[in-house]
T-cell receptor
Framework: GQQLNQSPQSMFIQEGEDVSMNCTSSSIFNTWLWYKQDPGEGPVLLIALYKAGELTSNGRLTAQFGITRKDSFLNISASIPSDVGIYFC?????????????FGTGTRLQVTL | DGGITQSPKYLFRKEGQNVTLSCEQNLNHDAMYWYRQDPGQGLRLIYY???????QKGDIAEGYSVSREKKESFPLTVTSAQKNPTAFYLC???????????FGNGTRLTVT
């Protein structure tokens, strides 16, 4: 089956620093999604990417759909304490009628003052 | 406000008992999903339903069952056949095939 490698697994950064994380796939995806999950809550959609090479921003967050369609990147600029949480990437290959999502294992972000 | 409601937030059961987790959505979405989340792992798909009265197995369906009698509701039953039922369970829905998933706030099930 499809596999998603997400890195890094965890990050400790200081408030104000920029953050980068990425996902790579063993196969081509047609959609990349980035979610954030707070402790004990469900994931919340941050950014959706639908086209290879696409670069999309949402406030301090910027995500890119890799040109090879096998990777995606999420950057957070000037981190703040409320950025703490787990960030998940998810990809969809649009094969068959099910069009299932494959999720990465998450990047746990901790921000220190 | 539209959204996905999962209940209860926390659930405790004895080993050998079946338990049903509730998921209700008022987003008028056709497709609904159940995922399981374990520490350090990505979300794994248990079951999904693309339309009322129809559902398919996901990647880890063994020991689980679902029903989809109404568009708004997609309950998940964790049966005694599930070897490791303790986990965080997430319900999700989406409007159509190309739309992103929207998640509920999860149910944490503990089986002792």
């Amino acid at each position: 089956g499809q596999q998603l490698n997400q890195s890094p697994q965890s990050m400790f950064i200081q408030e104000g620093e920029d953050v980068s994380m990425n996902c790579t796939s063993s196969s081509i995806f047609n959609t990349w999604l980035w979610y954030k999950q707070d402790p004990g809550e469900g994931p919340v959609l941050l950014i959706a990417l639908y086209k290879a090479g696409e670069l999309t921003s949402n406030g301090r967050l910027t995500a890119q759909f890799g040109i090879t369609r096998k990777d995606s990147f999420l950057n957070i600029s000037a981190s703040i304490p409320s950025d703490v949480g787990i960030y998940f990437c998810a990809g969809r290959a649009n094969t068959g009628t099910a069009s299932k999502l494959t999720f990465g294992t998450g990047t746990r972000l901790q921000v220190t003052l | 406000d539209g959204g996905i409601t999962q209940s209860p937030k926390y659930l405790f059961r004895k080993e050998g008992q079946n338990v049903t987790l509730s998921c209700e959505q008022n987003l008028n979405h056709d497709a609904m999903y159940w995922y399981r989340q374990d520490p350090g792992q990505g979300l794994r798909l248990i079951y999904y339903s693309q339309i009322v009265n129809d559902f398919q197995k996901g990647d880890i369906a063994e020991g689980y069952s679902v029903s989809r009698e109404k568009k708004e509701s997609f309950p998940l039953t964790v049966t005694s056949a599930q070897k490791n039922p303790t986990a965080f369970y997430l319900c999700a829905s989406r409007r159509d095939r190309d739309s992103p998933l929207h998640f509920g706030n999860g149910t944490r099930l503990t089986v002792t």
